[in-house]
């Protein structure tokens, strides 16, 4: 069986030469973006294709420079840490009540409904009135405005994602742990939470990475250097009237790497992301 | 309280705080005219004034038309590259994970930095794409900053979103059923047949969610566009939400931009309703069969 199988997908040699442009396709200008962080700027006009010599320059200018990408960074790493805490907090204890507690249908269409509103709901709509909301609650330009913000935004994938997970997990297990009088928030905590870590983690590394990419909200709701985020800082080298390409290539890339690097190490869980999300989508 | 309740009552309170109540501001701003003041913004009621300006409005008709187009051909070119990838990379025998892993790659930079990236290839100073063209021969092109502007974001896009239709659709192509595809190469079909009636009705349920997800996504781009063109060169790539986006920071008409959120958010949705009963009305009708 596993060998007609193999014999008859694969070893297709213009199917491998079609992935392999495909593969150079979508990471030669991610890799162009590294290469240009790592040579002289003025090398950019005057070798296009590549240069004599590497330097760190351009990382070294981005430390010392007067773009506060330091403190973009740090920002930005407390708006994920934030959000994705608040999120997997609030969505996992949603998503159990909604799989493994009797909700009438009614009740679970209407939620279903409005989460997937929000995620059609266009985000540039959103920033006037979330301007006027942050204000009331004095929170413009703060990290953790921010984070309510995102975490507002990102918290119904999350719920919908868990919500998977927990259904896969059998409600014989909880009736058991009922029966030896463990309370409910123990039997959430204790006994079911644990069974869905592939799920929690699936839902980290998304919000995470979503949030880590965000810029609209970060661009719209700071005014400054005290709670920009990175993506803000990056857009800013853009608008300025002398680009400084290649200080902002090193910015760029900074920022590219930790999502990069997480699709290495984690490739499952971004597939399981993407692909679970889709089927309930 | 109930524990049921209760742990539904953070998620409740977050969408209603921060989803629904400003949802609702949106609709009380589509129909007031805001003004700056001293102390902060001020309302006046206007009733359906700010409508009567979206519909008169040309600039905001070239963006629904320009949304139209990009939203319309980059799905369109997404779902058959996408499609085809997935058939391929499931054909690539030894490579197949490895290349997955790193088609992935464009799905998860930030879309701030995929700005960047493809700045550096197509602005007309420094741009690694005139500088090849200039190598063999050809016109150098303003790719961001003539009428092409609206083709070049249309294409960072495609590049950006083609590998979440790869991955979706390769997975329900890794579960199409094996022994349908080896019964009917047994039987004589050569590889489009097979591909054609065996392999795309298995995988078209996948297809059809990966082009609704793409759509809606289109509709939502925002930083690629912002970011590559603000729009530009005039209103050339000028789209819904860079138009919003335009109207609320730089023109602070903010009853105006909210009356075009509210109409943008109400085309959405009725196209999102349309899709979800034609999607019905196929079940029923499959279903039947």
């Known amino acids: 069986m596993r060998n007609t199988k193999a014999v008859t997908w694969e070893n297709n040699k213009p199917a491998v030469v079609i992935v392999i442009f495909a593969v150079i396709v979508s990471t030669a200008p991610v890799v162009?973006?590294?290469?240009?962080s790592l040579r002289p700027p003025i090398d950019l006009i005057s070798e296009p294709f590549g240069s004599p010599r590497w330097t760190l320059d351009n990382y070294t200018s981005v430390i010392q420079g007067h773009t506060p990408l330091g403190r973009q960074l740090l920002n930005s790493v407390q708006v994920v840490a934030g959000s994705v805490l608040l999120c997997l907090s609030v969505g996992s204890l949603a998503a159990y009540s909604l799989s493994k507690y009797p909700w009438t249908l009614r009740f679970k269409t209407i939620l279903l409904v409005l989460i997937l509103f929000i995620q059609i709901v266009p985000p540039v709509v959103l920033v006037p009135p979330f301007y006027t909301w942050l204000g009331r609650l004095e929170m413009v330009n703060t990290i953790l405005g921010l984070i309510l913000i995102n975490a507002a935004i990102q918290v119904p994938f999350a719920t919908l994602l868990l919500k998977i997970y927990f259904d896969a997990v059998p409600s014989s297990l909880r009736e058991a742990a009922r029966v030896d009088g463990a309370r409910e928030f123990t039997i959430f905590w204790r006994i079911m939470l644990p069974l869905t870590k592939p799920g929690m983690a699936t839902a980290c590394l998304f919000v995470g990475i979503l949030v880590w990419n965000e810029f609209l909200f970060a661009v719209s709701l700071t005014s400054g250097p005290s709670a920009q985020t990175a993506t803000v800082g990056i857009a800013g080298y853009l608008q300025e009237h002398n680009i400084r390409f290649g200080e902002m290539a090193a910015a760029a890339t900074v920022v590219s790497l930790p999502a990069v690097l997480l699709v290495i190490?984690?490739?499952k869980y971004v597939v399981a992301g993407i692909t679970r999300g889709a089927v309930r989508g | 309280m109930d524990f049921r309740v209760l742990a539904l009552l953070p998620l409740a309170s977050l969408l209603l705080l921060l989803v629904l109540f400003p949802?609702?501001?949106?609709?009380?701003?589509?129909l007031s005219t805001v003004q700056l003041e001293a102390g902060g913004l001020r309302q006046t009621y206007t009733g359906m004034d700010n409508l009567r300006t979206a519909l008169g409005d040309q600039?905001?008709?070239?963006?629904?038309?320009n949304t139209l187009i990009f939203v319309g051909l980059t799905t369109l070119a997404q779902i058959l590259l996408g499609t085809a990838l997935a058939v391929f990379v499931q054909r690539a025998g030894r490579i197949r994970r490895l290349a997955q892993s790193l088609l992935l790659w464009p799905i998860v930079v930030a879309p701030v930095v995929v700005s960047v990236v493809w700045w550096l290839i197509l602005n007309s100073r420094i741009g690694a794409l005139n500088a090849a063209l200039d190598a063999v021969g050809l016109p150098e092109q303003g790719w961001l900053s003539s009428t092409l502007s609206l083709f070049?974001?249309?294409?960072?896009d495609v590049w950006h979103w083609t590998p979440v239709v790869f991955l979706i659709v390769f997975a329900a192509v890794q579960g199409a059923d094996p022994e349908l595809r080896e019964a009917a190469?047994?039987?004589?079909?050569?590889?489009r047949q097979v591909f054609r009636y065996i392999t795309l009705p298995q995988i078209l349920p996948a297809i059809g969610a990966a082009a609704l997800i793409r759509a809606i996504g289109g509709v939502k781009t925002f930083d690629e566009v912002f970011i590559l063109t603000g729009g530009g060169p005039g209103i050339s790539s000028e789209i819904v939400s860079t138009?919003?986006?335009?109207l609320y920071s730089d023109q602070l008409e903010v009853g105006y931009a909210s009356m075009v959120s509210v109409f943008t958010i109400l085309i959405v949705v009725v196209f999102a309703v349309g899709i979800w009963a034609l999607r019905r009305f196929f079940q029923a009708i499959g279903g039947a069969a």
């Open chain 2, 185 to 191: 190469l047994v039987d004589g079909a050569n590889e």
């Open chain 2, 152 to 156: 070049a974001v249309m294409v960072v």
């Open chain 2, 23 to 30: 949802l609702i501001e949106l609709f009380r701003l589509a």
């Open chain 2, 59 to 65: 600039v905001f008709g070239v963006a629904l038309r």
């Open chain 2, 243 to 246: 138009f919003v986006h335009r």
């Open chain 1, 265 to 267: 190490f984690a490739q």
């Open chain 1, 32 to 36: 162009w973006l590294w290469y240009n």
